[in-house]
Antibody, heavy 120, light 108 residues
């Protein structure tokens, strides 16, 4: 049973870069069958997919966030990470990491989520 | 990238059936539609994938139908524990994934 756990600062200043890491346990991030993704949820609002990465480093991103997003993977640590630059208050959200099978865009395993607040 | 359209809220009494629609699904994504249940303070839980499949442990009271660009999640025999937010999700082509705005289900 895969388990995912997000970690990172809960408070980021406007214009700075948000950085989060997701640690995968119960399985290898190098599994050929899975992509690893980030999804966010502003307080009281709906879900928004941010982007996904394959263990070999291939990525695809939400077009509306693409210019500010970088997702990377560290197979030696069984982790993948999110960086979102030039943040504003609109980026305040609960950030989830999740897995989805290759070419099948459903998210079957989720982390518990971590709240990131953008404020000075 | 446009979010899929869901009703903001639906309600039903215990034992009844309710349906949540999800409109705006591209006709060429096949069965790449999934549904999630989210209780307050919890992570979303996968309820339906590849259009109509249920993960192990998900009740067969949850099922999906599709017509044109709309998928609909039906919950039959409504139970108090079904009260939650529900989200549809679809592959939108061009390596894009889109969620619906979410529907709050109230069990009266």
């Amino acid at each position: 049973q895969l388990q995912l756990q997000e970690s990172g600062p809960g408070l980021v200043k406007p214009s700075e870069t948000l950085s989060l890491t997701c640690t995968v346990s119960g399985g290898s991030i190098s599994s050929s069958g899975y992509y690893w993704g980030w999804i966010r949820q502003p307080p009281g609002k709906g879900l928004e997919w941010i982007g996904s990465i394959y263990y070999s480093g291939g990525t695809y991103y939400n077009a509306s966030l693409k210019s500010r997003v970088t997702i990377s993977v560290d197979t030696s640590k069984n982790q993948f990470s999110l960086k979102l630059s030039s943040v504003t208050a609109a980026d305040t959200a609960l950030y989830y990491c999740a897995s989805h099978p290759v070419r099948l865009y459903y998210f079957d395993y989720w982390g518990q989520g971590t709240l990131v607040t953008v404020s000075s | 990238q446009s979010a899929l359209t869901q009703p903001a809220s639906v309600s039903g009494s215990p034992g009844q059936s309710i349906t949540i629609s999800c409109t705006g699904i591209s006709s060429d994504v096949g069965n790449l539609v999934s549904w999630y249940q989210q209780h307050p303070g919890k992570a979303p839980k996968l309820m339906i994938y590849e259009g109509s499949k249920r993960p192990s442990g998900v009740s067969n009271r949850f099922y999906v139908s599709k017509s044109g660009n709309t998928a609909s999640l039906t919950i039959s025999g409504l139970q108090a524990e079904d009260e939650a937010d529900y989200y549809c999700c679809s592959y939108a082509g061009n390596s894009d994934v889109v969620f619906g705005g979410g529907t709050k289900l109230t069990v009266l």
